[in-house]
């Protein structure tokens, strides 16, 4: 177990880092060994951080471009996530157990809409001003709110946001995603550990692999075949969600 556990965490790890949608692999691995839908996702939240946070160390050069814009969407992620994570805690295990497959389907839809809006918008005039401004910063709370409460593609959805409406240069938003997914990250794990949901025999080897992953691809992230990624990613999605909601009583 703990091998699959591993191997599916540097696989997610490389996922995180590149795209998103880490969570489609690892949650439904974490399912697979008999953890609770609760505790698979508290597990899979806190095991998944070093991904992000270890793809900012290939990224250090777009770190300090970038650095000076920080502030703001860090802010928007703490309080956005800080507010996703406590709604999972209060809403329960029972509840959060009903809630999987509907979570899935809206992580599917987000995954699939990213690409959508993004081949729209890309070739029409430029997205600049404040009004643009303003529905960047909205979506990337919404993004923080559901990222703290669940999470499975909001890295890619964010990525495509931070990508049309505030930086050309496609590894420059990658590096804000992964600095504003850390951050909510550890604010979240930081709520979730007093949960006693946290199974380290399941996360750590996760967390472990994710580090290899992460790391690992931002090296090699400009030869990866990205569509292919991204498509397989939504297909396995797809196939995750009916499953789920097959199994949901």
């Not at 997914?181 to 979730?192: E, K, M, N, Q, R």
Request: aromatic residues 14%; positive net charge.
């Amino acid at each position: 177990m703990v091998g699959v556990l591993f191997a599916g965490g540097t696989l997610a790890g490389a996922v995180s880092a590149t795209a998103g949608g880490s969570s489609f692999i690892t949650f439904p691995l974490l399912l697979s060994t008999g953890l609770p839908p609760f505790a698979a996702a508290i597990t899979n939240y806190i095991a998944l951080i070093p991904s992000n946070a270890v793809a900012l160390l290939g990224y250090r050069e777009e770190l300090a471009r970038v650095r000076h814009k920080l502030p703001t969407p860090l802010t928007i992620a703490a309080v956005g996530g800080f507010i996703g994570s406590m709604l999972l805690l209060w809403s329960g295990a029972a509840v959060f157990a009903r809630m999987v497959p509907w979570l899935f389907f809206a992580a599917t839809a987000l995954f699939a809409l990213g690409t959508w809006i993004k081949a729209r918008l890309r070739h029409r005039a430029p997205l600049a001003g404040r009004g643009w401004k303003g529905v960047s910063l909205f979506l990337q709370f919404l993004l923080a709110l559901y990222g703290g409460f669940f999470g499975a593609a909001m890295g890619f959805v964010l990525l495509a946001c931070l990508n049309i409406f505030d930086y050309d240069d496609l590894h420059e938003a990658n590096t804000v995603k992964n600095a504003f997914i850390s951050v909510f990250s550890l604010i979240g794990a930081a709520i979730f550990l007093t949960s006693g949901q946290m199974s380290w025999l399941h996360g750590l080897p996760i967390a472990i692999g994710t580090l290899f992953g992460g790391y690992g691809a931002v090296r090699y992230i400009r030869t990866l075949p990205e569509p292919i990624l991204r498509y397989g990613i939504l297909l396995w999605a797809a196939v995750l969600t009916s499953y789920y909601f097959l199994q949901s009583p």
